[in-house]
Every structure is written in C-alpha cells, then in structure tokens.
C-alpha cells in the first residue's frame, strides 16, 4: 500500500514537473527583456516544489497553501510581466535593470530559505503535524460546547451596533451600493478610533453567532434530519461571507476559509462539497467587489455599466497582479527603500512595527514619535503623498533590518506560528477554537502575498483579542457553573 502510494506522489510531481518546465520555457520565450531574469522566478519555483513543497504538502495543510500563493507569485505573474512588462506602481518607477535582476535574486532566495525551513522544521517537529486525526463531528466535545455567553455577547453587540449609523454605512451585504460618486472605503478611512472599534465588534459578533447557530443545529437536529442540518448550516455560511466590510476583499476570504475548514469538520462526509459550494460563493462575491474597485462601480448605475465603460488592459491586469503579489517591481522598490538615509532600520524600529501593529499594545505606543516602517515606505514610493495603500513584502522588510542572509526571517516567523495553528485546528474539540484560529490562520499562512507585516500582525491580533476575550469569558464562565452544579 505504501509502495503504491509512493508511486502516485512519483507520478504527480512527475506531471507537475513537466508543467512548471513548460511554464518556464514559456516565461524565457516571450520575455521582451533578454536581460531580465524573469525566467528563473519559476525555475526556482519548480526546484523547491520538487525537493520540498511536493513532499510537504502530504503532511501539512500550510505547506498547500504557501505552495498555491507560490505559483501565483513565482509563476503566473513572470509570464503576464513576459507578455505585458510593468516597470511602476503608483508614482514610483524602477527601471533600473540590475536593481530588478538584484530583486528576483532576492525573491528566488526567499523562496529557496522558505522551502528548507519548512522541511527542517516539519520535520523535525512532527508532533505538530499530525494529518491522521479524524475529523468528524464526533471529535467535538457538543456537551461541553455551551457558548451562553457568546450568545448574550453577540446579540448585544448587534442591537448595540443599530445606534451607531457611521458603523452600519461601512457595512454591505452581497454587493455594495453603486452610483455614489465616492467609494465606501474612504469612509473607513474617515473614521474615528471608536468607529473602527465597533465595527470589529460587529464583526467579531456575527462571526460568534454564526459559531453558536451551526453548532446548535448540528447537535439537535442531526441526528433527526442530516441534510436539512447540512443545508441550513450551508445557508449560515452564505450569509457570513455575504457580509462586506467597507470594501475589504479578504475578510470574505477568511470568512470562507474558516466555513470550509468548521463545515469539513461538522460534516466530513460533505467536505468536498462544502469547499466547492462554499469556494464558489466567495468567489463570486469576490468577483463582485473586484469590479466595484477595479471598475469604478460607485461611479455608474450599475455593475454591469461599469463593465460596460471599462477600458481595462493586459498592462492594467498585470500592473494589479504586481501590487497584489508583490512582484520584481516591488521588492525593487524595497530595496530601494531600505538604503535611504532618512529612516533608521534598528531593533527599536522594529519592536515598534510589531507593538504597533498588535492590538491593546498599540495604544501604549500611540503618542510616540516613530512611525511605522510601512508608514515611511509608502510615503517613499508616493513622493510623500500617501501613508498607506501599498504593501511592503515581509521579506522585503526583512532585507532593510536584517540583510539580505537573513531576509527571509521574518516569513518563516510566520510560518512557524500558522504550523502551530494549523495543529490546533485539528485538536480542538471546540468549534469556537476551530472556526477563529482558521480565521487567523489563514491570514498568517498567505503572508507572502497581498500582506505585510503590519496587515498579517493587526489581522492575528484582533481575532486573538476581540474572539478571544469572549471565549475566555465563557471558558470561565463554563468552569464555574459546571462545579457549582457538581
């Protein structure tokens, strides 16, 4: 049996090999730039799955997910800069050649470290991974998942939240208004400390009820009617990822992730299906805020007029995928940035960006006079304008720190951390514990792309303290009424 499947993993990386192999001979072939080593982004790519991520992905989840961002980054985003190249973001422009070459070393690196961290460290802590655990309903404790407390929290906070109309303007359903001339988000922008506040809250009590509904459903009615269980918890799902904060996209991924990985485990016989239907759904809200901020939709009657009137290109894809996936251009302009003289790169520094990004401590260290390490590099690619939009790769700040050696230290920090989570995920007995540390998870696993430090740090720490405060209270709760009973 063994044997047996060591030959099909033989035959998939085989297939996925000779895949990658075209992909990079098709990056080389249309690359309009001879000089530009775009080639060797999914060349490093196809060795590190080979050696590492191939072999890894059998044991952990993260290592699935690294590899998945990994190919959009390694691979797609070469070939749309072969086929269409980008030179600039915002106002900031890199065409110095070598600089751009120094950055693919530099990302090539990253990947190569990553790759060898995560084999020594899976490794050599295999009581972290741990595939085997069965994950059926039955592994949740339901006599001892009584969530009261979160009950009573989440239905004050909401009927809290109807008073608070600045709250409620940030918050869509489905889709967000179209033809009102200014995009929501610059609400969010525009708001108070105690806004933002609130508004997590909301959040953090819908996502709570959602918990408590499904793990209410599956304990009472299941074993009288399974697939009306199935159903209506499927219908919970929908509406906490049809649930739109301000135009943020990736809290309906989180969201997502987090129904699949609590529904995979309520209901295992369904996991397939649930990841399709689930990952379809937020795919199509997905689409539908992509077009509200790629097209404009504020501006137009409609979604389909903003579609209509666009004249969006290959350059205009290509020049989102390098914001997003934090491509050659922008770790240049990293690099860039952490030689220039006006800012200090010490560990004082960084302690700073790290405090500041974590909720509670950050309001000790709100009246200082340093700013965030992010802060200073979008007022660096904007020519002072802006002081926030645009992401600052991890292991680009890493580099500024740390050098080029230890770049990557940062990231693998954060792998480390989604690995112990990941375990959790499978251990727990509390649907609760399951469903927020995927929350989290997520975020801290997909933190080489469309992240930095500051966004992947503020994501962790709000659901650790928001999500994890109630759990505690009810943790406390729970002990003390069960003894009195005894």
Known sequence: ????????????????????????????????????????????????????????????????????????????????????????????????????????????????????????????????????????????????????????????????????????SQISFMSIRVNTAQRIGLLAAESSSFDSIMKQVFVTALLALYVVAVTAVKKRIYHRNPKFTFSISMLFTFLIIGVIVSEQRSTQIYSAFAGVILMSQLFPEKKKTTAWIVGGFAVLILTVLSIYKVFYAFEYESYADALRHSNYTIEEFTKDLEIYLLGPVTVASSLLFSKTREFLFDITQLLYDFGRSTIGISFFLKNTNLILTSEAYNQFVSNGIYKSGFLLPITGQGYAFFGFILSPMLICIFYSVAIRLENLIKSSKSTYVVFFVSYAYIRLATSMV???????????????????????????????????IK
Not at 17 to 39: D, K, M, R, S, W
Not at 93 to 120: G, H, K, P, R
Not at 457 to 481: C, D, E, H, P
Request: positive net charge.
């Open 1 to 168: 049996m063994k044997s047996k499947r060591s030959i099909y993993l033989s035959i998939h990386q085989f297939v996925v090999l000779i895949v990658l192999c075209l992909f990079c001979a098709l990056c080389f072939f249309i690359n309009q730039t001879p000089e530009y080593l775009l080639g060797l982004l999914p060349v490093t790519y196809t060795i590190c799955y080979m050696l590492s991520f191939g072999r890894l992905c059998q044991k952990s989840m993260t290592v699935v997910i690294i590899a998945i961002c990994a190919a959009f980054r390694y691979v797609l985003l070469p070939i749309m800069h072969s086929i269409s190249p980008v030179y600039s973001f915002s106002r900031f422009t890199v065409n110095d050649i070598v600089t751009l070459n120094y950055a693919i070393i530099l990302m090539c690196y990253e990947l190569i470290f990553v790759s060898i961290y995560l084999f020594a460290y899976i490794n050599r802590k295999k009581t972290l991974i741990n595939n085997n655990l069965k994950h059926d309903g039955k592994k949740f404790d339901f006599e001892h998942n009584r969530y009261g407390i979160v009950l009573m929290f989440s239905v004050v906070a909401i009927m809290t939240i109807v008073f608070y109309p600045q709250v409620l």
């Open 450 to 484: 469309s992240a930095n430090l500051n966004s992947v740090v503020i994501a962790s720490s709000t659901v650790a303290i928001s999500a994890g405060s109630i759990y505690l209270s009810q943790k406390i709760f729970n002990n003390l009424f069960f003894k009195t």
